[in-house]
Structures are given as structure tokens and as C-alpha cells.
């Protein structure tokens, strides 16, 4: 059975959980991780099993032998990491989002166009079971014409002041995320944005200029109108459920919890909160968008996830927060020519 | 529209449910109601409009306007009541048990037979929207064959000593529903018992040579098994959950609440214990049972809980107590040769 | 016991409910019932006992007997009674919308304020006792401060295409309800409210210049976002679900069932739909509504949901039909400034 | 780090379920697996990484490299394997039963004893989180003390007819995990057996002098009484519930279901049906009782599921054989002289 060499770049949270994943993988063989502190990681890699650590990207960019690579490094590395590993005919898959600047990400997409390498875009939730099934549900026609869709997505604590004045805000680093699920539950373009936001829980989002609570409506190209509530804080942990309402029915994902387990006494019923971020409930999500990844690879097919699904995202995340700035409606027609997209 | 003159004797708390139900139905003119202690029920009975208080259910049967009467005065009581009353002609709603002893519930069905008014036993489950469902999704062959019934029968707190002492037992007194709710689940009568109980909750059933928590298995017929568990103390409230298991399917009622509200905090999610006790989860069956009662007797239908319904309640109720006795399982037809009905 | 004399002006689907309710109340007294055809009701109120039907609803105003009085006529009608019944020093109940002018319905605010008659508006969900748990555990500071709300308020089945042409439109007819929840529940005053709406069920809404599928986004005078989808057909019933995100937790409530059977075959576990529509969803919030008026009455208690509350959700209904019409977010103190109210 | 090197006798679907399991953990070397058929099952160890295949036990016991053994072989083989491998200084993990014969069992965990070897019993249901909750909280006192036990148990299709005829019945093949579970979740010992079955699902299981659906009710020293109904087909997959109810609460773990999706539709409300079968429900229970095994060894402590705790599910499997051929309850003690354990 052939197997694929993949290389990672960037050896944090993210970084190392795929590598985790991958290494337990048949047909994939994980050859080289690069971070710019690979002293820290080394014995790390070496338990699970990794040949190489490196400290320079380029190194694996270099290695003839590594037919895949993933990018989990910070976001202002994406877009040269992604145009110099086409060129180096690399398969890339790259975290989310590709950049905070749309010409950018529009950029590295004609590299890897022009090269021909697979390129997937890490929007890991795509591969939950339930999500997937909302998703089908919808495709198949089972309930019709969407009408109405909403998402509820709440982070359990919010991040530390530091992560958040280089996230891109609100926007761009958590609602990316719903802005891709939304497409991807409606099967349709969103077309105009309208989003509200507030600071109720730290003042330090303010102080970056962020906000920690935000509505966002989006209508679709198919007539359907979305929802989407964020919160960077909720007490009973990570928070994620999506509806999509049609014709004929509607399908709704709960949160998935812990363990099954009710307890009744005389203060009532208590059931497990959710699962506690997005390692728990995206846990089984991440292993399957990794083995889609070597799929499309190994038996040449198409990646689930495309740079055009990338930068449809941030289309929807930049309008959002043009919308939040000037308080009003805006198309994305209206981004993509100002960012000439 | 022509309308049903009753008569009520026994206004304890069940007799008084009933009045003030049957003093909101359009098809019911409630005449009269009886109690020992007549001066006790003046004021209520005016209040809720019901023209003739009396002390001597004498008066009630032989009102000649009343058609039916509703017994709700003490078991000990039932049987010549019921003799008396098939005698004078009217239409009879009595509350369960029967009588506490088969000779004598045999002999009160005897007599109805004889005098063809109608005989309607207060198993009033059956009148609950939730448990109807169950029994029909059984009876129109929806999921097959029963092959297992499953029923959780607990109080939310105990009776008192003088209740327990007067009741007939447990098995009499409170798992009498649960035995007729299986026949009426399952579709087949019950062949065989074996009962395990246990004094867990308070030794003052043990004083009064009762048990407060029970297991009693079933055999029906038509082959399946049944279980009921009963316990006197549920701290979360009354639970009342049933599930036949079936060849094509399963049907499970679950616990109705007071609200849907769920509250999630740091904590859990906090659901409502189910509805208080029977005045709260079978609020609406008691409405209904009685409009039933009364619709059997203007439309001349069969009533839907009959004196065989009540007499085979008693009996897998006598062989409960027979089993827990003697250690052993005991056939319903070993009952009913010793008490020869 | 003292009992209120109350006579209901309008004899449709909503009078007759609240007949049928009060006639079962032992503190009200109900004397009198008009409507345009009072022919057509005169068998039914002679039924549930209503002793004088008339044409006339002036002849219930001059009766100087009753003391309470109930609108239940069209919309259009409500001023000139409210105005007049004032006068008569009627206690009024009206159903919902006061009007469909800000104008007009300050009118008769003033009216009422002058003569000082109780004045209730008829939002009944807010008796619903899911809903008054949600609003119980933000206003006793269970979960803390308000962040998001979210409610979902789809109907059944559309209406008639000539009751949507007479209704005021989706946002004054329907969401109405929703906008009187949504202050209740935050238990702050909106501020600002953004519209989208679309034709997606049937284009019989076009053609009356109404939409019936909407999402409406509120921002609150504490800070809280607060968001509102509404469909005019979910094929699967009344859907009507809350819920109130806030800094230490969440409050949901979801939808009531019929039955708490549940039915699990090959195909999967099968539960039973919402209950069908308002008059089974709020059957138990019509009678306590109800109950609240006439105890506001008699035990001289402010009334439940006052004048002012009528005139904040038509505020926010007429906010809402301006954002959506000119495409941008409304301030509230506008329409009042427009309005001078 | 320190490795424990593992081998595993038998390569059926368990053997080959706890050989995946065991390659992707850190602190193992799973060394060598044995078959009967070692041709069938090389091209799968090469894949997987399993250095020696051999189609003799006795090379596993012999290679002095290996700490460690999992017996994965039938049945009848488990006792002379764990006495030998006893006697090699082989810790032991032995899939249930340990041996269909008491006094096999009791002579097995002798060898054990006298050797000092760890010794544990695959009741892998103890390592599902939702049980173990359930477990933790009786046995933390939070409920109090337990007065009622339920299991339901049933498979989502019956067995071959080969494998029927040499599983030593429903009790001791499919059950005896729900007399583990039992005693785990209880946390008391069981003193009488009730046992009633029936072939309702095939005639199959009478041909093999077995039954296909059962009803065992068990009594527990600590007074409690418990109720567990177990069936070879539920077409809607693999259901898995249990209950302990308590003086102070009740504990209930319900199904866990592939997805959270819910699709509503005209019909009512469909959820994905339970998990499939075993593999899908206790997927994650067999990976942490493969690391709980590799713990007690590696950090010297006590097995998490001991000899003791499979003989004792023994003698109530074979107290229930008796109890159903005697229709009579049957005393473990009447068990335990009779085998002289």
C-alpha cells in the first residue's frame, strides 16, 4: 500500500494534534514537523514518532520526499508558505484563515491554480458526523428549500489579550468558521451581510478593538436568511448547534455531551454540559479531515474543502466587519471589487 | 343535548377531583354528592355549584333523577355499594380496587351483570394521552409482537402509617395501576407472577407488614415478560415511565415536566423534575376518564376500564403478595382456583 | 365571593376562547357577549351559559353592571372601543395590536390613563409557564447579566391571503408576539432594530406586500443582541422555542409535545411533533391570562402586561417594517420622534 | 519511557479489535499474536505493524520478551492458557467468561493467586465514561443508598446458530456483562437470582436448548433489588441503559446516538437510532481498559476488574441457568457449595 509523506510546519495546539493524528494513519507516513523553537519540541515528536524536527519551514519545503504538506502556523506565514510549497509541488493543507487580506488570499489560490496541488482549507467541522448529517440532509432534499438557517457558536473562555490582538477579531478568527458551516449547510453563496457586536464580557476586547458578542444575519443567493450568534464566554462550555430550516422540515444538530448520564433528585434533573472546546467535540472531526486530506491525495480526488471555500469565508468575514464598522448592510459583491477579488 | 344527572359518594380528595370535573362538563348536571361528614364539604360544594349535599349515600341511590353514581368512599365500602346501587339501577364508576378480596369483587360483578348498568373501574392511566399512544402504537400492530414491558411506578413521597395500615399493600394499593396498565400495554393476560419487595425507605412498613420497594415480574400469554418496579419515595417526584419492547420496535413513554425550560450554567444542564405527583401528571386523564364514563352512558358505548379489567388487576395483584410471601412464583390460575372466580 | 361581570366584544375564534375560559371561573361572572353576527353565536353562548348575545357592543358599554370588558374585535376597532369603554370606566382587556397606528393607540393610552381603568394587552404567551420559568431565571439573576436572545416563532400553516391583506403584515401580526417576549425576557427596553425579510412559502404574500419568512435583530438598552426568526409554514407544527444566553449561563425553552412517547424502529426513534398550534401550545396561557385580569381586578393588582408594553412592541413591529423597507437599522427613538409618541 | 511488550492469543474479532487498539499506544509493544489460522491473519499483522505471527500460544508464553498476554481465545481455552501462562510470569488479561465450568474458574484464579501475576477480566463496559459516571455517582454517595437497579441489554441481531451452540447460553454469554455491571454499579454483592426467558425472536435458540429473551431479577446484600431484560434483536440497534435509583436521587445513563441531528418533519421528530452494536458503543471503553491493563502493570497497580469480579458474574449467570430450569429463585450460596468455590 503506498503511503504519503507529509510534512507539518508549526508545531502548536493545532500543529501537534494533526501530527498525532497522522501518525496513526496506514497510509500516511509523517516525516519531518519544523517550528521555530524545535528544541521544545523534540521529545515530543521523538515519542510519537517523528524522524524530523527541524527549525526551518524551508527544510521541508526542500525535501523531495515529502509529497504533502500542512501549514499550521501563524496566519501571516500562510500565504508565503503556501506559494513557495506549489512551486516546490507540494499538496498543501492549509489552517484557516489563508490570510487576513483578501488580495492576498486570492494571491496564494493562483499559485496553487497555476501549479495544480491539492489545497484544503482546515475548516474541521465539515467532518462532524453531526454537522455532516445536517448537511446531507439538506443536499439530499430531504426537507426542501432552505428558509432559515441559525448557528450557535460559543467559545467557553475567551482567549488571552494577546491571541486576541493578533486574531484578526472576532470575525475573522471564530466566525469564519460559521461563515464556512453556512455555506456549507445552505448550498448557496451568501450574498449580503448585516452584523451587530458588543463588548459584554472583557473589556479587553474593546482595548484591541474587538467585540466578545456578535450577531451576524447573512441572506443567501437562494432567498434563505441566516443567523449566526457568537460568544467568546459561555460558562457551560462550547457551545455548538446549527439549524436549517426549509420547505418541507427542519434539521437541527444539539450539542454533543460527555456522557449520557442524567442524575434526578430533588433539585431537578442534571444532564453533562457539552463537550468542553473544540478538541472534545471536534475531536473525531479533525481524524476524518486529515484522512480526507490523504485521500484526495492518494486516490486523486477532489479535496472537501477548496481555497475557493477559503476565501468565500473571508469574503463573508471581512463584510461583517465592514458591516459592524458603518452600522449598515453590505454586499459582498460590494468587498469583492473593492478587494478586486 | 341531553345531560347525565350524577351522584357522587365519598368526597375525599378523589371524589372532589371528579366533582369539579364533572361540574365543567356540558353533558353532566352533578346533583348530588355524599360524605360522612357532610358539614366538611357544605361550603366547597356550593362554591363549585352542586345543589344536594348529604350524609347518607342512601339518599344518592335513591334519588331517582340520578343515573350514575361515582363510588370514591373507602375499598371496604365498594362492594355493597355497588350491590346496592346495581340494584336501584344505576350506572356505576367505581374507583379501584374493587374490593380487597376476590370473593367479594366477584360477587359486586355478579351483580352488575345481573342488572346490566354500566361498570366502570378508575384505572385512570389509561386515559393519559402518553399511555394511550403506547397502547394503540402496540394495538395497530406497529412495532410487532411485545416481547418485553417495562414499568417504573414511583411516588414521590410516602403515604402515612394510617394510609399504609388501611391500604391492602403495596401491591394492592399502588402497583394495582401498574398491573392493569400491563394488560393494557401488553394486549394479553398475565399467566404467572414473582414479586420481590423490600422494606428501604421506613421500618413503618415493616409495622404495618407491608413493603415500600417492589420488583415484580410478569408472564404474559402471548409469551412476553414484564417487569414493574415500584418504590413509595422517588425525591425527584412521581415517575411514571413505561416501555413495551416489541419484534419491529420499541415504544418508551418518558416522564412529562412542568416546563421545558433547561437552565445550563458552570454546573450541568438543569432540567424540571417530572410533574409533582398523580394530581399533576394525570390532571388531564382524570378529565378525560370521565368524559368517557359519561359518553358510555348517553351513547350507549362499552365503557372503556371494565369490572374484568378490575377483577384481573386484583388477582395478579393477589398473586404478588402470594409470591413475595411464600418466595415462589405463582400462577394467576392457582388464584383463582383458590378463590374460585 | 365577590365576582367580576365581565362581556367580551367580539365573538371569533379568540372571544369564544376566552368565553369558554372565563365560564369556568368561579370569580367571574360572564353577562353579556356582542358581535356583528349575533345570530350565528346564539346557540353557543346559550350552551356555555352567557346569558345576553347582542349586536351591539354599545349595549355592553351601557350596561352599568359589568365592570370588566374584553376586545376581541378586529383590529381596527380597538381605539374607538378602548376610548369609550374608558369612559364607561370598564376595566379592558384588549387583545393584541392595540392598533396598527402609534397615534392611535397613545390615544387610547390616554384615554385609559385619564379614567383610570386597569388596561391589560393580550400577549398570552407571556403566561406560558416554560416561558415565565426563562423570564423567572434572568429576572432573579440566575444566570446573570443578558448577552443574546433567541427566539423562534414559526406557525403551522399560513394564514388566508384576505387575513393577511387585513393583518398589518408579518412583522405587526406575528413577530408582535415575539417582540413583547423579547423585551419580557431580557427585561430590558429595545433600542435599535434591523429587519430581513423574504417570499419564499407563497407568493400570495408578495402580492399583499407582506413577507413570510423574516429574521429580526434587536439591539437592547443593556447591551444584549437579540435575534428573532420567524416563518409564516413549518410543516412539523408550532415552533416556538426561547432562549436568553447571559454571563453565567442559559436558558432554553424548548418545544412542548403532545406525548412523551418516543417510537423506535429500523427507521430511527421517532417523537412526536410540537403541539399543533397557539390554541394547544397556549391553551393553559390563555387561562391564566385570564385569571391574571380578573385578579388584577378584584384584588385591585397592577394588570400583568400594561399599555406601555403594547406600545413598545409596536414600536418595535413598526421599526422593524421601516429597516426592512429601507434596508438599514432603525433606532427606536426615531419612530417615536416620527411618531410623537 | 518503558514499554510493557504485549502478546495476544487468538485473532478473532476482539484479539484483532485490542491488537489495533494496542499499536497506537505509547506505552506498549505489542509483540506477537497467535492463531489457529496465523496464514489468515499475516498480511493483517504486517499491516498493522505485529512483529511475530505464530499459529502456537505456546511461542507467545515461551518468548521470555513478552510481559504481558491477552486471551482472546475461545472459551474453553481460557483456563489451561491462564494457568500456564500463570506459571510463565505472564501478567493476564482474559476475555469473559473466564471458563464455562466454576470449579475450572476457581482452580484458574488459584494459579493466578499462587504466581502473583496481574490478572484482569474483560468487562469492558466499565470503561464507558457514561457508566462509569453512573458508577461514580452511587458510589460517592451522591444519591445515597440504592434501592432499585435496571439494565436493559439487548442486541441489534441474534448470533449465528454455531455461535449460539457453543456460548453457553444467553445468561453466561450475553448477561453475564449486565451481572458485572451490576455489582459495579450497586456496589454490593448479589445474594439471589431470579431468572425468566423465553424464544420469542427463534426457534433457533430452543433447537440449542437457549432462550433469546430474558428477565433476571437479582437481590443484593445491601437490600437492594435489581431488574435486568435482555433480547438478542432490537431492530433499532444496540440498546445499552442503566438505572440506579437511590434514597436521595436516581442515576440514568441512556443511549448514546451516532449524530445530535434531529430532522422534523410532518411525520414528527426523527432521531438517529442508538449506536450499532458493541464496537460502535464501547469503542472508546475498549481502548481505556487496554490502557488500564498497561497501567497496572507498568505503575503497579491494582487491575481494574479482578478474578474475583469474574467468577462472582459467574456464579449469578450460572444461579439464573438454575433459577429458569427450576423456576424457582436461586441463591448464590446455594451456587457457590454446590461447586465448592
Redesign the interface.
Same mark, same amino acid.
Given at each position: 500500500?503506498s503511503r504519503v509523506k507529509v510534512g507539518i510546519i508549526g508545531a502548536g495546539r493545532i500543529g501537534k494534534l494533526h501530527a498525532e493524528n497522522l501518525v496513526?494513519m496506514?497510509r500516511v507516513e509523517l516525516k519531518a514537523i519544523s517550528d521555530l523553537f524545535a528544541g521544545h519540541i523534540r521529545e515530543w515528536a521523538d515519542?510519537?514518532g517523528i524522524p524530523v524536527v527541524t527549525d526551518h519551514y524551508q527544510n521541508i519545503l526542500h525535501d523531495k520526499e515529502i509529497q504533502a504538506i500542512l501549514i499550521c502556523s501563524p496566519t501571516d506565514t500562510h500565504v508565503p508558505i503556501i506559494t513557495e510549497a506549489a512551486k516546490a509541488g507540494k499538496h498543501i493543507f492549509c489552517e484557516k484563515p489563508i490570510s487576513f487580506q483578501l488580495e492576498q488570499t486570492k494571491q496564494a489560490l493562483e499559485a496553487v491554480k497555476e501549479t495544480g496541488v491539492k489545497f484544503q482549507v482546515g475548516f474541521c467541522r465539515r467532518f462532524d458526523?453531526?454537522l455532516k448529517?445536517?448537511h446531507q440532509?439538506v443536499k439530499e432534499g430531504?426537507?426542501g428549500?432552505p428558509?432559515?438557517l441559525?448557528i450557535?457558536s460559543?467559545d467557553p473562555h475567551p482567549p488571552t489579550k494577546e491571541y486576541v490582538a493578533a486574531s484578526g477579531g472576532l470575525f475573522f478568527d471564530m466566525a469564519i468558521h460559521d461563515f464556512d458551516m453556512a455555506r456549507y449547510l445552505v448550498g448557496s453563496e451568501v450574498e449580503e451581510v448585516?452584523a451587530?457586536?458588543?463588548v459584554?464580557?472583557d473589556p479587553m476586547f474593546a482595548e484591541c478593538g474587538d467585540v466578545d458578542? !456578535?450577531?451576524t *444575519?447573512l441572506?443567501f443567493s437562494n432567498? =434563505?436568511? #441566516? &443567523?449566526i450568534?457568537n460568544?467568546r464566554?459561555?460558562?457551560?462550555g462550547y457551545?455548538q448547534r446549527v439549524e436549517v430550516?426549509a420547505?418541507?422540515?427542519?434539521?437541527?444538530?444539539?450539542? !454533543?455531551r460527555? *456522557?449520557?448520564?442524567?442524575?434526578?433528585? =430533588?433539585? #431537578? &434533573?442534571?444532564?453533562?454540559?457539552p463537550k468542553y472546546f473544540f478538541l472534545e467535540r471536534y475531536n473525531e472531526a479533525f481524524v476524518q479531515e486529515m484522512a480526507d486530506f490523504i485521500e484526495s491525495i492518494l486516490d486523486d480526488k477532489e479535496v472537501p474543502v477548496t481555497g475557493h471555500d477559503g476565501l468565500q469565508a473571508e469574503l463573508i468575514a471581512r463584510a461583517a466587519q465592514k458591516s459592524f464598522a458603518e452600522?449598515?448592510?453590505v454586499k459582498i459583491a460590494e468587498i469583492m471589487s473593492a478587494a478586486q477579488v
Open positions: 500500500m496513526k496506514h515519542r510519537i458526523q453531526s448529517k445536517a440532509t430531504k426537507i428549500q428558509h432559515l441559525r450557535t460559543r448585516f451587530q457586536g458588543a459584554l464580557i458578542t !456578535a450577531v *444575519t441572506k432567498g =434563505a436568511i #441566516g &443567523v450568534d460568544s464566554k459561555a460558562v457551560y457551545d430550516f420547505a418541507n422540515g427542519c434539521v437541527t444538530v444539539e450539542n !454533543a460527555p *456522557t449520557t448520564a442524567a442524575i434526578s433528585t =430533588a433539585e #431537578g &434533573v442534571l444532564l453533562d454540559k452600522k449598515r448592510p
